[in-house]
């Protein structure tokens, strides 16, 4: 495709074309063209923040949509006393470790030991701040788990 000079140009998408994609040089003077371009960046800014937020919207509706699914299958096979616990973001013992993701978020670390027949993690939330390398605790939260399920937990405030 051959470009042509044009000195006027039809709409603005040609002028953003022709002059930021293609670097075109027109016969317009500088100021004019200055002025074009600038307003043609503002459109795009405000084409890109449209777009941005048009994400974040479905993104919100994505994330509404799961965590309804998440309630229905507790409810499903937990029941509703378990599911009002995870509402109200509470750990439970026998609560499957899955949950914790909903309820804790994603751990700082993870720490796993394996017997034969058994599958004992830690949790680990909230890191204690200048912690020395030697010191028993380095984490306020520490939820213990043992073949997926909760037994027992230790949280500092």
Request: hydrophobic share 35%; charged share 30%; aromatic share 16%.
């Amino acid at each position: 495709m051959k470009i042509n000079a044009v000195k006027n140009f039809e709409n603005w998408w040609d002028f953003v074309y022709l002059c930021v994609v293609c670097k075109h040089k027109t016969t317009e003077p500088k100021s004019k063209q200055r002025t074009k371009m600038k307003i043609a960046l503002l459109i795009l800014f405000g084409l890109y923040l449209f777009k941005l937020f048009q994400n974040r919207a479905k993104e919100k509706r994505e994330y509404v949509e799961a965590t309804q699914d998440l309630f229905n299958n507790v409810q499903r096979t937990l029941g509703n006393e378990d599911l009002q616990r995870l509402k109200s973001d509470k750990i439970w013992q026998g609560m499957p470790e899955c949950l914790m993701y909903y309820v804790y978020g994603k751990p700082y670390d993870i720490e796993e030991r394996r017997t034969p027949g058994n599958i004992y993690k830690t949790w680990f939330y909230r890191p204690i701040p200048n912690a020395r390398s030697n010191a028993r605790r380095k984490y306020k939260t520490e939820i213990y788990s043992e073949n997926g399920f909760i037994t027992h937990w230790d949280i500092l405030n």
